[in-house]
């Protein structure tokens, strides 16, 4: 697909022009629920886009119409090479809530967009269930992992999810009742907002709904068992939780890393030799918009990672196979950088560094004397701030108790100006 970054800016310095594509969400009841400026812009244009059933909805139709090709953006070009006729673009209920509203966006002038929105799915399925939206976690497995929603499973939780398909509902409530949430109450809202809307209800351990229309959406109500394993917002989560070799940052140091590192919304993390993936999940599932690249030399223990990954739904986390500092060339640039392992190997940090923007922050754990070592030079070099961590953690001694000390370990971070 060709680079659009640039278009939004340079159609923004041209002489603003009138609306010319009007950008329609259409619901399950198709015109009757469109307004009635949003009828003069279908009418009006002169290219009809959407999906099949948008258009179906929506007829009949005098303009000239397409369905969204796959992959839709195959689409963008088409539409673009038509500005300044009139071009109708339908989706589903509000087109920048989860829609293709916010990409076509990135294309076209906000001035030259004109965009009649309908109340989304979510807003919908709050309305139908009579739960305030705001108190409400929303969130689109379309597309995406199922896993995605194991962040937000806890006690009370009320999640509005928006499925894949008509199998997606089924495959939820088994992966809560494997997971110990197995008194969750799913309902199943289907076709919302037209004459075949329907709405059913089970309990996760107990789910047997079937023929279930593939446009559906989930609202769950979540019940934990004792047993279950419940994310917690505090970083430093259970070592057992990890799948690992040994080679992980253990949870109190790990708390005191992501302290250091002070994840933002929609950074991106850098774990270089990353092991079990400990710190760049913690890194992630923090916000939903975060991300992180995980680079590990050892194809074992990327592939660890992944099952580490998808077990806690940090969809937001990538593996790059391979040896730093040379496959760093092609990973996307960070916002932080977290050293765990490499960091005596030649260039690692310089890379790194290098990579960074100005205000980026590097933590790095040693554990040797000669990583320490390495460290030292760099803060006498760079400067910022150094510690050591020690815990001890209470283990049997016979049929008594004491004291067993881990390894200190000597972290530094940095912020770089």
């Known amino acids: 697909m060709a680079d ?3 278009t939004n800016a340079a159609l923004s310095s041209e002489t603003a022009t009138a609306p010319w594509l009007s950008v329609v969400g259409i619901g399950e009841d198709g015109r009757d629920g469109l307004s009635a400026a949003a009828i003069r812009a279908l009418e009006g244009a002169r290219f009809v886009i959407g999906g099949k059933r948008h258009l179906a909805l929506a007829g ?3 303009a000239e119409a397409a369905a969204w090709p796959s992959p839709m953006t195959n689409a963008f070009d088409s539409i673009l090479a038509r500005r300044g006729e009139p071009v109708c673009v339908l989706a589903t209920g509000d087109p920048f809530h989860h829609g293709v509203g916010s990409e076509l966006a990135r294309r076209v002038a906000p001035e030259e967009i004109v965009c009649f929105p309908q109340p989304s799915a979510f807003s919908l399925a709050a309305a139908r269930m009579g739960w305030a939206f705001q108190d409400c976690v929303a969130i689109s497995l379309h597309g995406r992992a199922l896993a995605r ?6 006690p009370r939780a009320r999640i509005l999810a928006l499925s894949w398909d008509g199998t997606t509902p089924a495959r939820l409530a088994e992966m809560l009742t494997a997971g110990g949430f197995g008194g969750s109450r799913l309902t199943v809202l289907e076709r919302m907002g037209g004459p075949h809307e329907r709405r059913r209800s089970a309990l996760a351990a107990a789910f047997a709904l ?3 229309d593939p446009l559906n959406l989930i609202a769950v109500e979540i019940v934990a068992d004792p047993t279950a ?6 970083p430093g989560l259970d070592d057992a939780w990890f799948e690992t070799d040994g080679q992980i940052t253990k949870a109190e140091t790990r708390a005191l890393t992501l302290s250091a590192l002070a994840p933002l919304p929609g950074e991106r993390l850098w774990d270089i030799g990353a092991g079990s993936g400990s710190v760049s999940i913690e890194w992630t599932i923090r916000h939903l918009a975060n991300t992180a690249t995980a680079i590990e030399a050892r194809d074992d223990r990327a592939a660890r990672i992944e099952a580490n990954a998808e077990r806690f739904g940090a969809d ?3 593996v790059v196979r391979g040896q730093a500092p040379d496959i760093l060339a092609d990973v996307p640039p960070p ?5 765990g392992g ?6 690692v940090f310089e890379v790194a560094w290098a990579a960074l923007p100005a205000g980026g922050r590097l933590v790095a754990n040693a554990v040797t004397i000669e990583s320490e070592a390495r460290l030292q030079a760099l803060f006498a070099d760079h400067g910022g701030e150094m510690r050591r961590l020690s815990v001890a953690r209470l283990e049997a001694v016979g049929g008594m108790h004491g004291w067993r000390a881990a390894m200190p370990v000597t972290q530094w971070r940095v912020v770089k100006p």
């Open 4 to 6: 659009f970054s640039s």
């Open 60 to 62: 009949p139709l005098k």
């Open 149 to 154: 929603i194991v962040p937000y499973l806890t």
């Open 210 to 212: 079937d023929d279930i």
């Open 229 to 234: 394993r419940v994310l917690p917002l505090t």
């Open 316 to 318: 937001g986390l990538s």
């Open 335 to 339: 916002d932080a950088v977290f050293i």
């Open 342 to 347: 490499g960091l005596t190997t030649p260039g």
